[in-house]
Nanobody, 127 residues
Framework: VQLQAFGGGLVQAGGSLRLSCAAS????????MGWFRQAPGKEREFVAA????????YYADSVKGRFAIFRDNAENTVYLQMNSLKPEDTAVYYC?????????????????????WGQGTQVTVSS
């Protein structure tokens, strides 16, 4: 499975960006797709996730009300609409996919759920 993320860039505080991530490959299923981010010197952190079965969405508290995750099932693509961006949103954003049905519950915010990761796209928010 290959994941390609697009849409990063430089934006002023208060601005918006939309990230996209397309999954491709042969014979894979999609259960959850998510976005994580990692700022310099910091740990990777969960941003948002969406389940393919029922469109349930999950957000980190830091982005609730500003970011929205949605998907295009036909294109196996997930989007992250980021509004009211803040300098603290500056990071490399990674998309990830959970393509294996889990035996037990693993929270969509837990990075161990995901078995494939994209290459990352840089988002820089200037003050």
């Amino acid at each position: 499975v290959q994941l390609q993320a697009f849409g990063g860039g430089l934006v002023q505080a208060g601005g918006s960006l939309r990230l996209s991530c397309a999954a491709s490959g042969r014979y894979f299923s999609t259960y959850v797709m998510g976005w994580f981010r990692q700022a310099p010197g910091k740990e990777r952190e969960f941003v948002a996730a969406i389940t393919w079965s029922d469109d349930s969405t999950y957000y980190a508290d830091s982005v609730k009300g500003r970011f929205a995750i949605f998907r295009d099932n036909a294109e196996n693509t997930v989007y992250l609409q980021m509004n009211s961006l803040k300098p603290e949103d500056t990071a490399v954003y990674y998309c990830a996919i959970n393509s294996r049905k889990q035996a037990g519950y693993v929270a969509p915010s837990d990075y161990v759920l995901y078995d494939y990761w994209g290459q990352g796209t840089q988002v820089t928010v200037s003050s």
